[in-house]
């Protein structure tokens, strides 16, 4: 199994095959505007700007689910990721990373890469690297800022 069975929905709402980017590297990061770690919202875009050229691309998942820190719709949060970080890689729906309705992609990419407390997302801006094939290889915490994972991109790209 692969990433590319998942279907997720992007930032209009519309149902997307996570298939469109095979053959690309992704780190998949559930992200949050207000939180006190949204400034690697600019080193995510520093990373998409200087490998997107090369099949790199980052896909921001949104979620409320730590400390409310995601509170607004669509709008607002395309708005604040534009304007407030110049992001212009993809967003998606804001969804749940953990819990009763926690999206699938996520499901699986906590059993596939387990953190160092297990399968559990703890905070906002954890990110999972995928590579070429849709395999999630390596599982970042909200700690580890996007510039440290660059020899980690470099390599599989």
Known sequence: MSIYKFNVKNSTGEKVSLSQYKGKVLLIVNTASKCGF???LKDLEDL???YKDR????LAFPSNQFGAQ???NMKDILKD???DFGVEFPIMQKIDVKGPHE???FVYLKEEQQGLFGEEIKWNFTKFLVDRE????KRYSSN????????DIEAIL
Do not use: H, W
Request: glycine share 10%.
């Open 144 to 151: 580890t800022n996007p510039k440290k994972i660059k020899k």
């Open 38 to 40: 949204a400034p690697q």
């Open 70 to 72: 995601e509170p607004g």
């Open 81 to 83: 990721y534009r304007d």
């Open 48 to 50: 998409y700007d200087n």
């Open 134 to 137: 849709g395999n999630p290889i």
């Open 103 to 105: 999206d699938s992609l």
């Open 55 to 58: 099949g790199f691309v980052v």
